[in-house]
């Protein structure tokens, strides 16, 4: 492998999806090497497409395949769904170089990160425990990020000189993802909360009145336009959320604590993303009664 020091080591990408294009799209581009990705949607020709106009508007060459896309990188991005970072990890291992850096950017339980690193390190890998920590747009490879793990410092160094904005959590894995599950039980409850809340105060026909005790409950939230937002959240990034706020239930029973709150939001992701409804323009009155017409 291209020791990280000198010469900048290719880079591939497992998982060419919003996030993957975001970071690449953007990040600086001296010294950077060839950069790769494999995405298992461009095995279907209904949605290879997409894949392949965001390989090329970040300059990224797509590949049909794993191995392919890992040949001779140094430094690897796991940016799959939740519930296959493991998988991809499982599926990627044997293609890795020795001393490859796995940066496992998934929005994943501790506890699977762990095994993920074992895999990882098992076939000569270097894993790190990555946590993104807000939505990569606008901010793109300046998006906030954690590190953690033994390899978190020298990942770090690398990516800093791609731009990006990297900060160690801690020697273990899981120290970020702990960071980023815990977060995500007050940030996508709270979308499903205010969806739940919403939604039934429009159809009792007392919307204004809710929205106006929580505007004096808490006048530093824009309630009206917070709850638009949250709802075009879970219209459009529901499957995901409800992937990630799977693993956070995970995260919760292995610290011996109930999921209770976070098993609903599950179900709220996931019911509105299967709507397959337009957010259309940020209004809420016409966001619920889009989403109310299908429930």
């Known amino acids: 492998m291209t020791e990280i020091a000198g010469e900048f080591p290719d880079i591939a990408f497992i998982g060419f999806g919003e996030a993957g294009h975001a970071l690449a799209s953007s990040w600086m581009r001296p010294e950077r090497g060839t950069a790769r990705a494999y ?12 894949v392949l106009e965001r390989c090329a508007d970040a300059s990224v060459e797509p590949q049909a395949e794993p191995v392919a896309a890992l040949e001779k990188a140094g430094l690897v991005f796991s ?10 990890a499982r599926a990627c291992a044997s293609h890795l170089a ?6 496992d950017g998934n929005s994943c339980a501790p506890q699977t990160k762990q095994k993920a690193a074992e895999v990882i390190e098992a076939a000569g890998g270097r894993y790190v425990d990555v946590a993104i920590m807000a939505p990569v747009y606008p901010k793109r490879h300046e998006v906030p990020l954690l590190l953690a793990g033994p390899h978190a410092a020298s990942a770090a160094a690398c990516i800093e000189r791609l731009g990006m904005r990297p900060r160690l959590a801690g020697e273990r894995v899981g120290d970020a993802s702990s960071v980023k599950m815990l977060r995500s039980v007050m940030i996508k409850g709270l979308e499903a909360l205010t969806t739940e809340c919403l939604l039934a105060a429009r159809r009792a026909g007392v919307e204004e009145a809710v929205l106006a005790s929580l505007q004096a409950s808490d006048p530093g939230i824009d309630w009206r336009a917070r709850g638009a937002y949250n709802m075009e959240r879970m219209l459009v990034h529901g499957a995901r959320r409800a992937a990630e706020v799977e693993e956070v239930c995970v995260t ?4 011996s604590l109930p999921d209770w709150m976070s098993r609903g939001t599950v179900e709220w992701q996931r019911r509105l993303a299967s709507l397959e409804i337009d957010p259309g323009e940020d ?9 109310l017409s299908k429930l």
């Not at 949607?41 to 290879?48: N, P, S, V």
């Not at 940016?79 to 991809?88: H, I, K």
């Not at 209004?283 to 989403?291: G, N």
């Open 98 to 103: 020795p001393g490859t850096l796995w940066l």
């Open 79 to 88: 940016l799959v769904t939740a519930d296959q970072a493991l998988e991809a």
């Open 252 to 255: 919760l029973r292995a610290f």
């Open 39 to 50: 995405d298992i949607k461009l095995q279907d020709a209904a949605t290879a497409g997409l």
């Open 283 to 291: 209004d809420l009155a016409k966001r619920a009664d889009a989403v």
